[in-house]
């Protein structure tokens, strides 16, 4: 099996899908790896290293995927760069196909076998595979020291000679997978943490990281261990509990999310407005339209003293580690493709069947 990878050309993409260790796996797994140079360099992963493992290095993006049967990337590549792949080349990462109407197009007139990672059940098996789950860990680590930078506080307990300064009080929106990162992180910082989800079998695993559970009395468990949307009433029972109990609040990292949906929007400006100045915000749900009603995505803002910024890229602000969690999930999807004599779809795997683009029939 021949695999391709090129350079990622989204701006502020600084991951990659293929580390030094990952393409050396391939290799002893008999496949051909041509890799562009330069392909690791903003997530610190030499072309040395890469050459060292076994790939052949190639000048330009067309001469590492043109004659590949598998291509493994971060972002989809451009669709004029995906009109130029093999028909019937398989291309692995996290695609996004329907973003835009002419990846999906390209998708379609060369044939492709498109997996877009995001797609993949998230099943225990699928575990080691899920990138959404592994980059969703830096990004919750990120948005806690983003709000640590931002903040005019110390995050733990001191006591000094000059006094005692109190922990901060840091409140995490949703507890998934960055949220209990953010959760974890923010303890390790020594904060006093706090943390809501309308799931309720977060409260263990919040407790378990040393944060407490806030219950606001909505729960709200939807299909496949995710949220469901919540609906006016609970909604309203939801802020109307959590504005009283914002005023003595800190900080506050957003990570709610319900899939398929725009960001719920569960802080707003009138909340906003009752926190002490000097307060922070980090809404890591910004680049879907953000928990909060003033965040500005890429932006961070003033609001009346209360610091709101809305970071985009965070997984990608941690390359290197980002990097190598994103490779070994494409690598461990990988194998699932490759065949004694070539690639090899297996429809009967609902891993390989359940994740591919566009969606079969049936
Ligand atoms: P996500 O990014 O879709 O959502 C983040 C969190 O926001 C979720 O916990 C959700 O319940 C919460 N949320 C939604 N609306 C909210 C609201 N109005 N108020 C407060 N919180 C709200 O979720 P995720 O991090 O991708 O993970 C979701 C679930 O999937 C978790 O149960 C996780 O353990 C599970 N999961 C399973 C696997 C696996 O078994 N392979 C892998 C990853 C995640």
């Not at 300064?165 to 995490?172: A, D, F, G, H």
């Not at 602000?317 to 969690?325: I, K």
Request: charged share 25%; with cysteine; glycine share 10%.
């Amino acid at each position: 099996v021949r695999i391709g990878i090129a350079r990622e050309t989204a701006p502020g993409e600084r991951r990659v899908a293929l580390t030094p260790e990952t393409c050396r796996k391939l290799v002893a797994a008999g496949a051909r790896v041509t890799v562009e140079r330069g392909l690791g360099v903003r997530a610190h992963f030499a072309d040395e290293a890469y050459a060292a493992a076994g790939a052949n290095l190639v000048d330009d993006a067309a001469s590492a995927l043109s004659d590949a049967d598998l291509v493994l990337c971060v972002q989809a590549p451009p669709p004029a760069v995906l009109a130029t792949l093999r028909e019937g080349a398989a291309i692995v990462g996290q695609l996004q196909p329907e973003a835009d109407p002419a990846r999906a197009e390209a998708i379609r007139t060369r044939r492709l076998a498109a997996f877009p990672l995001e797609r993949l059940p998230r099943t225990t098996r699928a575990q080691a595979m899920d990138v959404l789950s592994s980059q969703a860990g830096m990004a919750g680590y990120k948005a806690v020291l983003i709000a640590a930078q931002l903040a005019p506080r110390f995050f733990p307990m001191l006591t000094t000679a000059a006094g005692t300064i109190r922990p901060s009080k840091v409140l995490v929106v949703g507890a998934g997978v960055a949220g209990l990162q953010a959760v974890a992180t923010a303890r390790r910082l020594g904060a006093q943490v706090e943390c809501f989800d309308v799931r309720p079998e977060t409260r263990e695993q919040i407790e378990s990281l040393g944060g407490r559970f806030l219950d606001l009395g909505v729960s709200a468990a939807g299909e496949g261990g995710y949220a469901r949307a919540l609906d006016d009433e609970e909604r309203a029972e939801q802020q109307r509990r959590l504005g009283e109990h914002l005023r003595g609040i800190d900080v506050i990292v957003c990570t709610a999310a319900v899939p398929g949906r725009p960001a719920p929007r569960i802080i707003t400006a009138e909340m906003v407005a009752g926190m002490a100045p000097g307060s922070v915000i980090v809404d890591l749900a910004a680049g879907t339209g953000g928990n909060c009603e003033l965040t500005r995505p890429g932006e961070t803002l003033d609001a009346s003293g209360v610091t709101v910024a809305g970071p985009l890229d965070l997984a990608s602000s941690g390359a290197l580690h980002a990097s190598e969690m994103f490779a070994r999930n494409v690598f461990n999807f990988a194998s699932l493709l490759l065949g004694e004599d070539g690639l090899r779809c297996d429809w009967d795997d609902e891993l390989v069947a359940k994740t591919v683009w566009p969606p079969r029939e049936g």
